[in-house]
């Protein structure tokens, strides 16, 4: 039962932006209440405001952002105006947060347990023995498997996954009262994010933990919210009971984040075999991979007919982009091969390999880190055209025509990738990877981070590229709605092999692998 008074109110909350950004406040005028064992998601796109709302409620707001005006009160006292030193105090203690990303979040070099202990070691006066044992039991509480072992793991030696779950210890280490959880789930695959949200709800549940939930997956916040906060531009415009704000939505712009949220209905992309061609672009025999002594990939073999879309999913770590890598054949496979247009990358050397490669492109999940960031996006594009054979003042032309074609105006040309947001970046690399005119475009976790109104654009832009140019695309994708939406075939991949292959709506309405059926039914589901 909630009592009345809420652990966490926010009124009139206002966060200014330095001169010159595109609007003067991140967050403005923002207001809610937060009650005890309550969990409040709250959803927009990119640049909402809702990372700042929450860096706000941390007090750990970058600079030079500040707070403009408003309140921010905790358990009935404003905090807002508090000094560092008494926010450190604060932090931890009785207002914890999980990351977004938890490699970056913990240290490579040291021990998960010792991660653990620290938070003891700072906050408390514990000694050594009585860290190690709190910490072990925070581990065993995280549902990980032995958890001496664990302990003494470094971080590279967890998965994604066990990853966050130590990162949800550290924040439960003080047993705060507010949880504050931004895009936590983000990069993992659906089966992870149950257990994931799972946890979290067991633990409101178990230590009437309040939970500030941030992310942009509406099925998430179905599935896990009590209420639901929907933000635009810095706007908090529309909040309620979360079965009121997702099945009767009263703002257009809410209704239009549902409207672009992805199900797993087939899409309008389904084509009938009538309208694709038969054609093999892709053909993969007994292709097999070991590192080492161990096998990533198993015998698979593996056909995409041309102008077609096979989108490939499965948890990570279960050989999708291992796959990718030898089909664009940025490593040589241990055994079997793989044709693109009748080519095999795996047997070509030196000249031969680099422009038949060009007939394979891949589209990367972060944009960003593919791009270079000190050359202009045009002359990006343009070297890449260059590569497809056009002579330099042609591939000028041609780039700057592919800009525009991605949904990019003139003045992208001259700009670099620091100019554009996660969307933009993304249609950079896609044209990018069209220039190359390709027989095979690899689209791997390519809209994974992108809130759904990108992620919908993004979508439509590779479906009418593929119309357009005759491509063949293999998308990679660990989320199953996506696949419903852009594929003709599903593959679904399991510890480094190929475990269910058929038409997309038999594999979604009639799935005969137990590990495809155990996919489906982790999908966070928004009931409309």
Request: net charge positive; aromatic share 4%; charged share 20%.
């Amino acid at each position: 039962m909630i009592p009345d008074a809420p652990i966490l109110s926010i009124r009139d909350l206002t966060v200014a932006l330095p001169a010159g950004s595109d609007r003067p406040f991140a967050v403005e005028a923002a207001s809610f209440d937060l009650g005890r064992s309550e969990i409040l998601c709250v959803v927009g796109e990119s640049g909402s405001g809702k990372s700042v709302l929450s860096a706000a409620v941390l007090g750990a707001l970058p600079h030079p952002l500040a707070i403009d005006r408003g309140r921010i009160l905790f358990d009935g006292e404003n905090v807002s105006g508090l000094p560092q030193a008494g926010w450190r105090n604060l932090r931890g203690r009785r207002i914890a947060a999980i990351p977004q990303e938890p490699m970056a979040a913990l240290n490579p070099t040291m021990r998960v347990g010792r991660q653990i202990e620290e938070m003891f070691a700072i906050h408390t006066r514990l000694d050594r023995e009585q860290r190690r044992i709190e910490a072990l039991m925070l581990i065993e509480e995280m549902h990980l498997p032995n958890p001496p072992q664990i302990a003494q793991r470094f971080p590279h030696e967890l998965s994604g996954g066990q990853c966050q779950r130590i990162c949800i210890a550290m924040a439960l280490a003080l047993r705060p009262d507010v949880l504050i959880a931004d895009e936590p789930t983000t990069a993992l695959d659906v089966t992870t994010q149950a257990k994931v949200l799972g946890l979290i709800r067991e633990l409101r549940q178990r230590h009437g933990l309040a939970v500030l939930f941030i992310t942009h997956d509406l099925g998430v916040a179905a599935e896990l919210a009590d209420k639901v906060g929907v933000m635009e531009r810095g706007f908090m415009v529309e909040q309620g009971p979360a079965a009121q704000v997702l099945n009767e939505p009263s703002h257009p712009y809410t209704r239009a984040l549902i409207a672009a949220a992805p199900t797993l209905d087939i899409g309008s992309r389904a084509r009938s075999s009538a309208e694709t061609s038969s054609t093999p672009c892709l053909e993969a025999v007994g292709l097999t991979k070991f590192h080492g002594s161990r096998q990533t990939l198993k015998p698979t073999d593996l056909t995409i007919d041309r102008a077609t879309t096979l989108a490939l999913v499965g948890e990570s770590g279960s050989g999708k982009t291992t796959l990718a890598r030898l089909l664009a054949g940025m490593t040589r496979p241990t055994a079997g091969h793989a044709t693109v247009d009748g080519v095999d990358l795996a047997r070509l050397v030196g000249r031969r390999l680099s422009r038949s490669r060009r007939a394979v492109q891949m589209i990367f999940q972060d944009p960003l880190g593919s791009l270079n960031p000190r050359r202009a996006v045009g002359a990006v594009v343009a070297r890449a055209a260059v590569l497809a054979g056009d002579d330099r003042a042609g591939a000028r032309v041609r780039a700057r025509q592919l800009l525009r074609r991605v949904g990019l105006g003139d003045d992208a040309y001259d700009r670099r990738p620091s100019a554009f947001s996660g969307g933009q970046r993304q249609r950079i690399g896609i044209a990018r990877a069209v220039a190359l005119q390709p027989a095979l475009l690899i689209a791997d976790e390519c809209v994974s981070a992108l809130d759904v109104l990108v992620q919908r654009q993004i979508l439509d832009l590779l479906d009418e590229l593929r119309t357009e140019f005759g491509l063949t695309v293999l998308f990679i994708t660990h989320d199953l709605r996506v696949a419903a939406q852009v594929s003709d075939t599903l593959a679904v991949m399991q510890a480094g092999q190929i475990v269910e292959l058929a038409d997309t709506t038999a594999v979604l309405n009639r799935p005969r692998h137990a590990y495809t059926k155990a996919l489906l039914a982790a999908v966070p589901r928004l009931n409309r």
